[in-house]
C-alpha cells in the first residue's frame, strides 16, 4: 500500500531540509550569530515561494571592510535561492525585463556599494527606486511604448539580495534583512567553496526546497503568522516567519528570536533618516540646554554642529545653518517663530512644537513592565501545537523563558533552542 505523505510528515521534512540549508551556510561562512545564520536560511527558502508573498523582502550583505566573506555567503545564496541572476553591474532596462518576464528570478547584487555610493548614486537612482517599489507586489514600472502607442505595465516585484561594504541606501535597508558581516577572527575556520565541485549539493538543497514549498504554496499565501514586529518590518519578515512555522521543530522560536535581534541591531546601528536623525538630536539639543520650554536658534543650531559625533557640522563651511535647519523641519510641519527670551526678541523653537513628531518618528524607548509572549506557530498550521514545537495529538509542555530585546519587546523563547541553552 503506497503511503500518503501527512502534515506531519510535511513538518518533519520541512525541518531536515531547513536544517540541510543551515548547515551549508555554517560550512562554508562564519556569519556573525546563529540568528544570522537562521535569518539567512529562511530568506533563501522564501525565495522558492515568492508566489505565495505580498512582499519581497531584500536581504543586505553589508561589511565593514574586505575580505569579510560577503561574497562568500553570496556565493551561497546563489547556490541555494530560486533561480539566481547574479550581476555587479546591471541597467535598470535589464533587470526590468528580467523581472517581466512573468517569472521573477532572485535578483543578486555584488558590489552593490559602487552602485548607490559616491558620484554613482544619482545616475542609479533609477535601479534604487526599482529595488524599492520591488518590495511590494503590484507596485509596476510605467513605461510609454512607442511601437504600440500605449503604456506599458513592468512588474518590479522579486526578491533581491545585495551585498557590499558600507551600509545601503536607508530606504533599501528598510525593506531589509540586514546581515552586518565581519572578518574571521584567528581559529575561525570555513571549508573552501568551489562552484564546480561544490554547487552540484548546494542546487540540491535547492532542488528540496522548491518541492516542499511548492507543494505548499495555498498554505503559505493564506498564512498570517504572529509576529514580534509591527508595520513595515513585520511586513518584511512575515515570508521568512511563515517558512519557519510551516516547517515547524524549532524553527518558528528561531525564526521570531531572528526578527526581534536583528531588527533591534538595525534600529541601534542607527539605521535611520536623516530627518529623524535630526529630530532626535534636537531632543538631545532641548536637554542639554536644560529642556527650556522654547530655544533660539542660535542656541540650537551651536548644540547641533558642536556634537563631534553627529553629521551636522558637515553640512557645510558653516555647519548646520538656520536656513537648512528650517527646510528640514518643514517637513514635519515644524517652523521657527519669533520668540520673547530674557535677552530680548530672536527667531527660535518652541519645544512643544516637536512633541508630536518625537512621539510618531522617535519615541522614547520604554521598558516594558509585562512580558509578551509570541505564539510560536499560527492555528493556520494544525500539524503543530500553537505555542510548542510539538505535533498535534502530545500533550507536552515545554518551559519558556524569557528574551531581553529591544526597549518595548519581550519574547518567549523555548529552552529547546539549540543556539540558546
Known amino acids: 500500500m503506497t503511503h500518503q505523505p501527512t502534515n506531519t510528515d510535511q513538518h518533519h521534512d520541512g525541518v531536515a ?24 536560511a529562511l530568506w533563501i527558502a522564501a525565495t522558492h515561494a515568492q508566489a505565495a508573498w505580498a512582499h519581497a523582502p531584500r536581504l543586505v550583505i553589508r561589511a565593514p571592510e574586505k575580505r569579510c566573506g560577503k561574497s562568500r555567503l553570496l556565493d551561497v545564496v546563489e547556490g541555494t535561492c530560486h533561480d539566481p541572476l547574479i550581476t555587479v553591474n546591471a541597467s535598470p532596462a535589464a533587470v526590468y525585463r528580467a523581472i517581466g518576464t512573468g517569472h521573477p528570478p532572485t535578483l543578486l547584487v555584488d558590489e552593490a556599494d559602487t552602485l548607490f555610493g559616491g558620484k554613482n548614486a544619482d545616475a542609479n537612482e533609477d535601479l534604487r527606486g526599482l529595488l524599492n517599489a520591488g518590495h511590494q507586489r503590484n507596485r509596476p514600472a510605467i513605461r510609454w511604448d512607442n511601437n504600440t502607442q500605449s503604456l506599458e505595465k513592468i512588474p518590479t516585484f522579486a526578491m533581491a539580495a545585495l551585498a557590499g561594504i558600507g551600509a545601503m541606501p536607508d530606504t533599501i535597508e528598510d525593506r531589509a534583512v540586514v546581515i552586518r558581516m565581519r572578518r574571521r577572527a584567528p581559529g575561525e575556520k570555513v571549508a573552501p567553496y568551489r562552484h564546480r565541485r561544490d554547487g552540484p549539493a548546494l542546487r540540491a538543497v535547492a532542488q528540496q526546497l522548491a ?20 508595520d513595515r518590518a513585520a511586513d518584511t519578515w512575515e515570508p521568512l516567519v511563515a517558512v519557519a512555522d510551516l516547517a515547524g521543530g524549532t ?10 535581534i536583528l531588527t533591534a541591531e538595525a534600529d541601534g546601528a542607527g539605521n535611520v533618516s536623516h530627518r529623524v536623525r535630526l529630530l532626535a538630536d534636537i531632543r ?3 536637554t542639554t540646554l536644560g529642556d527650556p520650554t522654547a530655544a533660539p536658534t542660535a542656541d540650537l543650531l551651536a548644540a547641533l554642529n558642536g556634537d563631534p559625533e553627529a553629521p551636522w557640522a558637515d553640512s557645510g563651511p558653516s555647519g548646520l545653518t538656520g536656513k537648512k535647519l528650517g527646510d528640514l523641519l518643514r517637513e514635519f510641519d515644524i517652523r ?23 512621539q510618531r518618528y522617535c519615541p522614547t524607548p520604554e521598558t516594558p513592565s509585562t512580558e509578551v509572549s509570541v505564539p510560536s506557530v499560527p492555528t493556520s498550521y494544525p500539524q503543530v501545537i500553537p505555542g510548542t514545537d510539538h505535533p498535534a495529538g502530545t500533550d507536552r509542555s515545554v518551559p519558556r523563558r524569557t528574551l531581553t530585546t529591544a526597549p518595548g519587546t519581550h519574547q518567549s523563547v523555548p529552552r529547546t533552542n539549540p543556539y540558546h541553552p
Open 17 to 40: 531540509i531547513l536544517d540541510a540549508l543551515h548547515a551549508c551556510l555554517t560550512k562554508y561562512v562564519i556569519l556573525p550569530s546563529a540568528e544570522a545564520v537562521d535569518a539567512v
Open 251 to 260: 524553527w518558528p522560536q528561531r525564526a521570531r528570536q531572528a526578527v526581534t
Open 284 to 286: 538631545t539639543a532641548f
Open 336 to 358: 521657527s517663530e519669533t520668540i520673547r527670551f530674557p535677552v530680548g526678541q530672536a527667531k527660535g523653537y518652541t519645544r512643544d512644537a516637536f512633541t508630536d513628531a518625537w
Open 211 to 230: 518541492r516542499w514549498l511548492h507543494a505548499n504554496l495555498t498554505a503559505l499565501e493564506a498564512a498570517e503568522p504572529p509576529m514580534p514586529v509591527e
